[in-house]
């Protein structure tokens, strides 16, 4: 059985230079090698082979069968090798390879795509792929090298510990959804402790601690329990049928319905911070998406009334 094991790449490219040459001179001569020490590999690589590679002419060499189908898999193989440089170093670069974005979802709705949209213009070599998932979630992507940069919330889970690199990106307030119809509508804004009546429209289980449950603690009042609804499209649906109101986070504005409008509560308004959170060496790529999205503006956080 050949010795596959004696394929190592100095050998197999000084192989390559001898066949496309058909000379052991012009080999050594590029690549600087003695003759002698070109003819020395060359046996090397015949007795790996399990026979010869050349054969010898009065003037050069030319192959064997045996030679050009080595020839051929060589070929393939440097060629697999020198691709695989190149990719590497435009990974390195920031200008190929592969991102690998995750997001909550609410950051998909206000803040990713913009800065995806901006980052795939400057970079179109480099293939993008996302994911979405709760933070929590997405910080364990992260840390298992599935993820090169993932956009997280402080809440309710707080920031990761080792393992990440976190960067701020901005706060997110909570704004309060409102039916066109409500009395506070026309407002610029909203005191929480006149919501006190209101039913709320929430997604959090009974009995966890959430930001409302905080703000409303401090305005001195419980908030009133509603229908429970995941979603935000539903709970668009339930405030805009009158069912109750919902905090929504400004990062989600331009995805209200024309139904509703949001207004900002006076005093200290819940809110949470927005992070980018990176492996430690990050990919330049990850850096410069991290880059795009620091530059991301608020359009506006109050609906018309």
């Known amino acids: ?181 409500h009395a506070l509508a026309g407002e610029p804004d909203v005191d929480l402790r006149d919501l006190a009546e209101e039913s709320w429209i929430e997604a959090a289980p009974r009995g966890q601690p959430t930001l409302l449950v905080a703000a409303c603690a401090a305005a001195g009042f419980t908030p009133r329990g509603g229908l429970r609804v995941a979603e935000w499209t539903g709970k668009f649906a339930f405030v805009a049928a009158g069912l109750g109101v919902t905090l929504v986070p400004e990062l989600a504005a331009g995805a209200v319905p024309a139904e509703l409008v949001l207004r900002p509560l006076r005093g200290l308004a819940p809110a949470r911070r927005v992070y980018a959170a990176l492996p430690d060496p990050a990919l330049p790529a990850a850096l410069e998406f991290t880059a795009l999205l620091k530059e991301w503006e608020v359009c506006t956080t109050v609906s018309p009334g």
């Open 1 to 181: 059985m050949p010795d596959v094991n004696a394929f190592d790449t100095a050998a197999l490219r000084l192989f390559d230079e001898v066949a496309r040459g058909g000379s052991f001179t012009a080999a050594a001569e590029l690549l600087g090698y003695t003759q002698s020490a070109v003819s020395r590999r060359v046996a090397a690589l015949e007795r790996a082979a399990g026979g010869p590679l050349f054969e010898r002419l009065a003037r050069g060499v030319r192959l064997t069968p045996a030679g050009a189908a080595l020839h051929r898999h060589a070929v393939a193989v440097l060629d697999r090798l020198d691709r695989a440089g190149e990719e590497l170093a435009a990974i390195h670069a920031g200008s190929g390879g592969t991102l690998r974005v995750g997001a909550f979802a609410t950051a998909n709705a206000g803040l990713v795509p913009a800065a995806l949209r901006r980052f795939a213009a400057a970079r179109p070599d480099v293939e993008l792929r996302l994911v979405e998932g709760l933070s929590g979630h997405l910080v364990d992507r992260l840390r298992a090298g599935a993820l090169d940069v993932a956009v997280i919330s402080d809440y309710p889970a707080g920031l990761p510990g080792e393992g990440a690199t976190t960067v701020p990106l901005r706060e997110d307030r909570l704004l309060v959804a409102l039916p066109r119809g």
